[in-house]
């Protein structure tokens, strides 16, 4: 584009050679021509590098701190030394239960209490819950052990245990009460905050073959575990399978410092980046050569992941850019300082171009910041869809308390329908209706004495009957206090002097257990934790006619089966919004609290989401993409709803499709800019340089041989007058054209075949009007003559000695004269005839079909060749002459020759082998014979086109040297004679 832009004539007009002379003006229209071609595209060009380079890289960088994320998310989870004995636990487990050698158990087992030295007390027990002594410990008696082996399981299946059995196991536990925890096998437990009984793990296989371990129990002492072990371990296992990242810990406040793996404190800056972080309170850092996050670890120390800081282009990109911007402006400064600053170039072009250079640098900026500012603006269109999504699911959050309000309203009703009716068994009949209220998990109606007056418990657990006891005292209290008795029972007593106890097990978020709390928040569902289950509790009375307190109730409802039921009734309504369609999926936090699920072809990737969101204690998101669809997932952890996870799913492909609007709405509004640019070029052209438009299209019309154009004349005035001119050349070229039709109808126009022998020609002009000339006939006497000559020159005098050979030769009088007369006659005739001497080359042969001889003289002509077939060679007739047209006593000897079957002749003139290739390497004789001896065994017309081919594809689009006639003579092989 450069050269329509900044090209101009090194002469002044008028003045041929005179160099222009710059002055002030000239020089600063040169500075104004460097800043406008070269100082503003480089600039722009770098610039624009350079803030695609840093918004990609900010683009990359937030999509790598997500992932940085996860895996700080995961190497928290792993910096746990009890879950990382207990994997080693299960593993070695898993391992020995199908081996039959002993040694091999032992080994393994021995093997893993190397690892972890003191660390448990593990004990192994066969398929009928007996001990395994060989590989298990000796601490607690092995007997004991197997009854609270076996008291665990049945504790676990839900059945009647042995007492006396689960003392042995609460003593082994250090426990006053067993866990409802402990029913999952396979699980670390933990029992409490201590070196020694710190976690549980059992697990039991009943289908194991007998004198095979079937089962195992073992108590995890942390006391013992190697500090930092986990997470060191899970540290070194990322670090080897991890390909950009790495990962690390790091220590500030132990001294000295000493991160590891120690390989990561020769990263440049990472120490003092990651402080300054911290002092920011911020988790992300960046140094000279990498970025990274880092997670405080809950005891010292943190954790750090991190990565190079990466690159949108490669170094070579970078490096070609500024090459490329330094040539620019040395080549520009250079052009406008030897050519001067006017443009130059064919006149519409550079017109267009100048417009189109002006508006399209600009342009190109106002896209590259339209794109990334598009950008920006999805990612605002994604924050509002995740805020409308987090509204919504926090206002389905927030109405779950109006659920637990109308299942009070309906416990009200029935305490104030009851309240009215004087007998007990008439309020007993008002109480049955509770059990219509599916919500209620337990009712409990009782008297002063502690005793039930009426039990509602639709559905038994393992632990009712203790809770049932637990109420029963706790009612027996409640009404105590409310009758303001100062009598002191044993239960009483023992609520008093153990209310930390019952704290832990009846609690709720305002602190600890108070029964004056109960007491002000008579008639409403409090939120308390019964055992280790969350529920909404209501306590409430009634009174005699004394306003003495004579029944309490408590009202239960199972927080967690609510919330199920909850999300169940309404989450249709939920995914069905008309402003924005979701799908809603809840997952519990216990396994026995199930799951709501809407959408089952992807559950793994609900269980993903609810695990990272019970893990991080907070909402998470993700965007997820399968197939061609984009899906944005946010798991939501609310207020109210707090044992289940809830995840909303909404698609993308609505904010796809408008930022691809909005992308083509640009791209359109930069097209039609440039349209415009591009069309006011092609005014000014159309309006001021049309004649001269007009006037360059007759001469491609002459070039292209199109010699029936006409030029349009606009006007009278010069270029008009110059349209005329040209029109008259083009109608004398229109006659040229009517020559060469002539001149080509002199050719033979039909192969000629006579008694087994068969000619053919062709001939390609290089002009409008060529010299060469061909021609073959038969003569009486079964005889047949032909010849090719090369009149000197071209156009139409080299056309008319053609003309004139062909009279000659053609004339059936001169059948009888042989080869020689001819020839000289031929000669003579030019040299009386032709004042500007025209010289012609010339072959000439008669051949005898009866005898196959064949008689030839060569006037000055390029030698032909014979083909023979009884040996596949080509042989060539040397033949030394002068060519008719230069002397009057030029002599033309005749020769014989013989065609076997098979055999061909070649003729052809000079310019075959005079036109070179590309490389300017000419055709020559020795290529033309090989390509001969190729083809002759073809038929005459195989020969000649096959030249013609192979000079194409020789010479490649290179204009032909001169004329170019073949002519190919072949006698027919022996089997077609």
């Known amino acids: 584009m450069l050269e329509c832009l900044i090209m101009e004539p090194k002469t002044m007009p008028g003045r041929p050679g005179a160099r222009e002379a710059i002055g002030l003006g000239g020089w600063l229209r040169r500075l104004v021509g460097l800043f406008v071609f070269a100082v503003f595209p480089v600039l722009t060009a770098q610039l624009a590098m350079r803030q695609v380079e840093d918004l990609q890289v900010e683009q990359a960088i937030g999509l790598e701190r997500l992932r940085h994320e996860r895996w700080l998310g995961r190497l928290s989870a792993a910096d746990n030394e009890g879950r990382m004995v207990s994997r080693s636990i299960l ?53 004991a052990t197997s009854m609270a082996f076996g008291a665990l399981r049945t504790y676990a299946a839900g059945e009647t245990y042995d007492r006396g059995a689960m ?57 013992k575990f ?275 106890l019952v704290s832990t097990l009846v609690g709720g978020g305002m602190g600890s257990f108070d029964l004056e709390l109960i007491s002000r928040n008579m008639g409403h569902f409090m939120s308390l934790t019964l ?77 993903h989401l609810a695990r990272e969101a019970w893990a991080s204690r907070s909402s998470t998101r993700l965007r997820l993409a399968s197939g061609t669809v984009e899906e944005f997932w946010y798991a939501h952890r609310g207020s109210n709803l707090q044992h289940f996870v809830v995840l909303a799913a909404a698609s993308l492909e609505p904010v796809k499709q408008h930022l691809q609007l909005l992308w083509l709405l640009l791209l359109a509004l930069a097209g039609v800019v440039i349209l415009s640019t591009w069309f006011i070029g092609v005014l000014l052209s159309d309006q001021f340089l049309r004649p001269i438009a007009d006037l360059t299209l007759g001469v491609r019309a002459i070039e292209r041989r199109e010699f029936h154009t006409r030029v349009p004349v606009h006007g009278p005035d010069e270029l008009g007058e110059l349209s005329a001119l040209l029109n008259t050349v083009l109608e004398g070229m229109e006659d040229l054209a009517v020559a060469r039709i002539v001149q080509e109808s002199l050719f033979p126009a039909h192969p000629v075949v006579l008694q ?20 073959y006939f038969i003569l009486p006497e079964d005889r047949l003559m032909g010849l090719v000559g090369d009149v000197s020159g071209h156009g139409v005098s080299a056309a008319l000695v053609m003309g004139m050979a062909k009279s000659l030769f053609a004339n059936p009088d001169n059948a009888s004269r042989g080869i020689r007369e001819l020839l000289l006659s031929f000669n003579r005739f030019l040299l009386a005839h032709v004042r500007a001497k025209k010289m012609m080359t010339l072959f000439l042969f008669v051949v005898e079909t009866r005898t196959h ?73 020795e290529t033309a014979r090989a390509w001969f001896t190729d083809l002759g065994p073809g038929t005459p017309h195989q020969v ?3 030249m013609f081919q192979r000079f194409d594809a020789f010479t490649i689009g290179m204009p032909a040297a001169d004329d170019i006639s073949v002519i190919c003579l072949k006698r027919e092989p022996a089997a077609a004679s």
């Not at 020995?96 to 002993?102: A, E, F, M």
């Not at 410092?257 to 800056?269: C, F, H, L, N, R």
């Not at 055992?531 to 009634?542: I, P, R, W």
């Open 756 to 775: 087994g022998y068969h000619i053919w020609g062709k001939s390609r002009a290089m002009t409008d009007i060529g010299g060469d000339y061909f021609d």
């Open 226 to 500: 190697e500090p930092e072990r986990a997470l060191r371990g899970s540290i070194r296992w990322l670090n080897r399978r991890l390909r950009r990242m790495r990962t690390g810990l790091i220590d500030f406040a132990k001294r000295p410092i000493q991160p590891y793996p120690p390989a990561i404190d020769a990263v440049p800056e990472l120490r003092s980046s990651m402080l300054r972080a911290i002092s920011q309170y911020d988790r992300h850092f960046r140094a000279a050569t990498v970025h990274g996050s880092f997670l405080a670890r809950p005891t010292r120390g943190v954790i750090v992941v991190y990565s190079p800081l990466p690159r949108f282009f490669p170094w070579w990109v970078r490096e070609a850019v500024h090459l490329a911007s330094l040539a620019w402006l040395l080549w520009v400064g250079w052009f406008l300082l030897t050519h001067g600053e006017r443009v130059g170039g064919r006149i519409p072009t550079k017109l267009t171009a100048l417009f189109l250079f002006a508006i399209g640098t600009p342009s190109v900026v106002l896209l590259i910041g339209g794109y990334y500012a598009l950008q920006d603006h999805g990612h605002v269109l994604e924050q509002k869809l995740e805020t409308r999504i987090r509204d919504k699911l926090r206002d389905f959050d927030e109405r779950l308390p109006a659920e637990v309000a109308k299942v009070e309203a309906r416990v009200a009703a029935i305490i104030r329908e009851a309240r009215q009716l004087p007998t007990l068994a008439e309020q007993r009949r008002v109480f049955r209706r509770f059990r219509k209220i599916k919500d209620l998990d337990s009712v409990f109606v009782i008297d002063p004495a502690g005793r039930e007056a009426f039990v509602h418990l639709p559905h038994r657990r393992a632990n009712m009957d203790r809770q049932k006891k637990f109420m029963l005292m706790l009612g027996k209290e409640l009404l105590a206090r409310l009758n303001k008795s100062m009598k002191v029972d044993s239960g009483a007593l023992m609520i008093e002097a153990t209310e930390e």
């Open 944 to 946: 000649v086109e096959g």
């Open 167 to 223: 003392g042995i196991l609460q003593s082994m536990l250090n426990m006053p009460t067993v866990l409802m925890a402990i029913k999952a096998a396979r699980t670390p437990v933990k029992l409490a905050e201590r070196d020694r009984e710190g976690f549980l793990l059992w697990d039991f296989q009943a289908d194991t073959s007998p004198g095979h371990p079937a089962g195992f129990l073992a108590i995890l002492h942390p006391g």
């Open 853 to 925: 001889t064949f008689s030839y003289a060569n006037a000055g002509h390029n030698f032909p060749m014979v083909y023979r077939a009884r040996y596949g060679g080509v042989q060539t007739l040397e033949q030394a002459s002068f060519p008719v047209g230069i002397r009057a006593r030029a002599v033309y000897d005749v020769r014989e020759d013989r065609l076997d079957p098979g055999d061909g002749l070649l003729l052809y003139t000079d310019g075959l082998i005079e036109s070179t290739n590309q490389a300017g390497e000419p055709v020559s004789y």
């Open 531 to 607: 055992g280790a289950e969350s529920s909404y509790v209501m306590f409430d009375a009634l009174y005699n006619l004394e306003g003495r307190a004579i029944l309490a109730l408590v009202a239960v409802i199972h927080r967690g089966h609510f919330e199920r039921d909850y999300i169940a009734r309404h989450v249709r309504d939920l995914a069905r919004q008309p402003d924005l369609p979701m799908t809603i999926n809840a997952v519990g936090e216990a396994s026995h609290l199930g799951r709501v699920i809407t959408t089952p072809d992807r559950l793994a990737t609900i269980d």
């Open 91 to 143: 593993r070695t487990f898993d391992a020995i239960r199908p081996l039959t050698d002993l040694r091999r158990r032992t080994a393994l087992v021995r093997r893993l209490r190397r690892l972890f030295p003191g660390a448990f007390d593990l004990y192994f027990f066969d398929r009928d819950q007996q001990v395994i002594r060989d590989l298990s410990d000796s601490r607690h008696p092995a007997r």
